[in-house]
């Protein structure tokens, strides 16, 4: 029974969100790390400028499923779509889908040696190869959008765990990337330090990012998502709108997550 | 008992936070507290206090008193340059000073472009010749008092008025340069390598070029300094490559790094050098055999890059997995990423290591003399003591601790530099 429902929902979620075109595909996407499945049968379908959440126990593969989008894990089995360009093992063609899609880590993995503005600046010279001035100014753009322009020349290991996180963010828009990806951004910092986080985050959503954001934040989901998708062991359990999944979630499993953290 | 008061009784406002009391010793206390504090402690303090003494007695009695330092004043020039041409010694002389101007030079403008980040930070815009610190002497003393000391040695020991002269004005020509590289503006001082490395070349163009001596002639510590330049500088790409090969996914490249890194290190130095006096010249074609020097170049090279390399992957280890994640995940193609990312970080946390191992390898080069070569070691074991009125008098304790003090001189400056250059750069910190 939970098969054909799992399907049905699924096969909404290709049609639900987005304008026109979907920006990612995931079609039948399998991952094992050994003998574990890690996903199991994943079916996504992100449409432009959606902005979707997923949420669920650790080890149901949220984060690896996300990893997959840009190749930080290797897919099995499956198609994964970007953008309209399928992807493959070639190195160049990874790269391709790599420099539309930006990601935010939860360890923010900021460059140490490297100021704030050289974080920034590093991928769009060295990658979308700009001229020097008109990266500093694209990473100035990005700094002030998350509002701490007046770091630049500091290095990370000067700031606070909240500051280094948006330096994370405006390093990942500074590609201009077309999705940006977001592995549970707040779960590393302190509590005070989390608004901060979470208001760039939703800046972004409305200014029409295509986001998929893996969080616990409950209070962000439901305010900023425009579908909530809930995995556990390795598949995609139920999708829906915020309204539907707080208020009226119909898996057993849903619900009893839900129950356990709200 | 009352709470403290942390307000001004006036404003209410807090006052500022006072540091916790300070608690000054009188010597007295502090040897009492320190060096006598306990029974045992009394003890050992006195043994060693003892032990310490007798040392320090008998070896300013030898310094100062049974020494017969005629040896050092006599063979100075030898064991400065070996066996070199003495009627080319104005070369050496001239090189010498182009060199120590453009490091003087160099290190000031690095120092110039420190305070510009420093600048950076503070957000000041100041650039012209206002705002900048005064040029710290205790500073420079502090950093540099070996290498006086050795001078002053030198100038000691020296025969003639016109070789004192000559250190006095490197002297104060060094600090003349220094001073206007850290002066000089921002544009300018960016050049701090390029024009340090273009006086290193230079020097070296003046001693081997326009009918100059090549360097089979060097000798004494102008050929210890040349072998240990050299092979740190060719060392260092060659231990780098072999690390990053030895990670390499394509079988023959990392095969071949294993195999060089694991085989030169199962074997001594020593060896190495025997192999290169004797063996070496065999791999060439008959009309292109290097000199020895060359040969024992390649050696210290080959024998260092290994060791490098086993630092370098240490490195690299402890570079974060996230580290790597991130800069796939901006679109960085493995070579930006190994070259922009990961060495940056890997290279800094193995500096101590590293630079460690060039120590070793400058104190290493004084195997040459087993091959043959005129290093300083040599001189002051072999030649020295066996030449003139000095032969069979056995003046080796002269000879070899002023040869042992000028090792130290270079090794603990080299060390003193690295650590200069880790705080620098936040190792182990950011």
Not at chain 1, 159 to 169: E, F, K, T, Y
Not at chain 2, 403 to 429: I, K, N
């Amino acid at each position: 029974m939970s098969d054909t429902s799992t399907r049905d929902l699924t096969s909404s979620a290709s049609q639900a969100g987005g304008t026109g075109a979907p920006m990612i595909t995931m079609e039948d996407v399998d991952k094992y790390f050994g003998d574990f499945q890690a996903l199991k049968d994943i079916d996504l379908v992100v449409g432009k400028q959606e902005v979707v959440v997923v949420i669920g126990p650790s080890g149901s593969g949220k984060s690896t499923m996300i990893r997959c989008i840009n190749r930080l894990e290797k897919h099995d089995q499956g198609r994964i779509v970007v953008d309209g360009v399928e992807m493959s093992d070639d190195l160049r063609n990874i790269q391709e889908i790599r420099r539309e899609v930006g990601m935010v880590f939860q360890s923010f993995n900021l460059f140490p040696h490297l100021t704030v503005l050289e974080n920034v600046t590093l991928a769009p010279r060295q990658v979308r190869r700009w001229p020097k001035a008109k990266c500093e100014e694209v990473a100035m753009e990005t700094l002030e959008r998350v509002r701490i322009p007046e770091q630049a020349p500091k290095y990370p290991a000067q700031l606070s765990g909240g500051q280094q996180q948006r330096v994370a963010i405006a390093r990942a828009l500074a590609m201009q990337p077309k999705v940006m990806l977001f592995d549970e951004p707040t779960s590393a910092l302190d509590p005070e330090m989390i608004k901060e986080v979470l208001d760039a985050m939703e800046e972004l959503a409305e200014s029409g990012m295509t986001m998929i954001v893996v969080t616990h934040e409950m209070g962000f989901a439901r305010a900023v998502a425009d579908r909530v998708v809930f995995m556990s062991d390795g598949q995609i359990v139920e999708v829906g709108t915020p309204e539907h999944f707080f208020t009226n979630p119909e898996e057993d499993r849903t619900k009893l997550f839900l129950s356990q953290i709200l | 008992m009352t709470q403290p008061v942390h307000a001004d009784v006036e404003t209410g406002a807090p006052l500022p936070e006072e540091p916790p009391p300070q608690v000054r010793l009188t010597p007295r206390q502090w040897m009492e507290q320190n060096l006598f504090g306990t029974w045992y402690d009394t003890v050992l303090t006195v043994v060693f206090g003892i032990g310490i003494g007798v040392v320090v007695f008998f070896g300013l009695r030898f310094i100062l008193v049974t020494a017969r330092w005629e040896i050092i004043r006599v063979g100075l020039t030898s064991l400065m340059v070996g066996l070199f041409p003495r009627p080319e010694l104005w070369r050496v002389w001239v090189a010498l000073f182009v060199i120590v101007l453009s490091i003087g030079f160099a290190v000031g403008g690095a120092r110039r472009m420190v305070l510009a980040e420093e600048e950076d930070e503070a957000g000041s815009e100041a650039e012209g010749l206002g705002l900048r610190p005064r040029v710290d002497l205790w500073d420079l003393w502090r950093r540099l008092w070996p290498v006086l000391t050795f001078l002053a040695v030198i100038l000691g020991f020296s025969e003639s008025l016109q070789t004192a002269l000559w250190l006095v004005l490197l002297l104060v020509g060094t600090y003349a340069t220094y001073y206007i590289g850290s002066r000089l503006p921002r544009s300018a001082a960016r050049y701090w390598l390029l024009a340090g490395l273009v006086g290193m070349v230079g020097a070296f163009g003046i001693v081997i070029w326009f009918g100059g001596v090549g360097w089979d002639q060097w000798g004494g510590l102008m050929l210890t300094l040349f072998l240990a330049v050299a092979a740190i500088l060719l060392s260092f790409p060659l231990g780098v490559g072999a690390a990053l090969g030895r990670r390499s996914s394509l079988p023959g490249i990392s095969l071949v790094s294993v195999a060089y890194i694991e085989l030169i290190r199962g074997v001594p130095l020593i060896t190495l050098l025997l192999t290169g006096q004797l063996m070496l010249g065999l791999f060439f074609p008959r009309d292109v055999v290097p000199g020895l020097v060359v040969r024992s170049i390649i050696m210290l090279t080959l024998f260092t890059g290994a060791y490098v390399a086993e630092i370098v992957r240490g490195g690299l280890q402890g570079v974060p997995q996230g580290q790597y994640e991130a800069a796939q995940a901006l679109g960085l193609s493995p070579t930006q990423m190994t070259r922009r990312i990961v060495l940056p970080q890997a290279l800094r946390n193995v500096i101590p290591a590293m630079v460690g191992q060039f120590i070793s390898l400058f104190k290493d080069t004084s195997l040459v003399s087993v091959i043959a070569l005129t290093d300083l070691l040599r001189v002051a074991r072999f030649q020295l003591p066996a030449q003139g009125d000095f032969a069979g008098q056995g003046l080796f304790a002269e000879t070899m601790l002023f040869a042992g003090f000028v090792y130290w001189v270079f090794a603990y400056t080299m060390s003193r530099e690295s650590q200069r250059l880790e705080r620098r750069l936040g190792v182990g910190e950011r």
